[in-house]
């Protein structure tokens, strides 16, 4: 039972060695073809009244549907923003806020408030 646990053991630091090396090598070959760059289209405040408590407001997490983001608070509701401009289209306001999750299923948004 020994010698098998050490075979597997053994078995595991070498392949763990050797898939260092491939790794290393893949990313020496591909690191100078590939640039990451992030740009910021618009940013909004979800909110329509400030938070001045320690409770956390950003529970769910934002649906995008076709041209609509869909985004809710824990503190006064839910909002719509045109995707390409990000003005608010709609809002609905909650009392209490929202919490976690939202889904769409057919022309209906179920959320948890």
Same mark, same amino acid.
């Given at each position: 039972? &020994? ?9 595991? #630091? ?14 020496? &070959? ?8 992030? &740009?910021? %289209? ?14 956390? #407001? ?5 649906? #995008?549907? !076709?041209?609509?983001? #869909? ?5 006064? !509701?839910? %909002? ?8 608010? =289209?709609? &809002? =609905? @306001? %909650? /009392? @209490? ?11 209906? /948004?179920?959320?948890?408030?």
């Amino acid at each position: 039972m &020994r010698s098998f646990s050490f075979f597997v053991f053994g078995s595991f #630091i070498i392949g763990l060695l050797s898939g260092c090396s491939s790794f290393e090598t893949l990313l020496n &070959r591909t690191s100078e073809k590939r640039e990451f760059q992030i &740009r910021e %289209v618009w940013a909004r405040q979800g909110p329509e009244k400030d938070n001045l408590a320690f409770r956390k #407001i950003n529970r769910m997490t934002p649906l #995008i549907l !076709g041209n609509l983001v #869909i985004e809710a608070n824990a503190i006064d !509701g839910i %909002v719509a923003y045109d995707r390409e401009t990000g003005s608010p =289209l709609w &809002r =609905l @306001n %909650v /009392l @209490n806020g929202v919490e976690a999750g939202a889904a769409v299923i057919k022309d209906r /948004l179920f959320f948890g408030a």
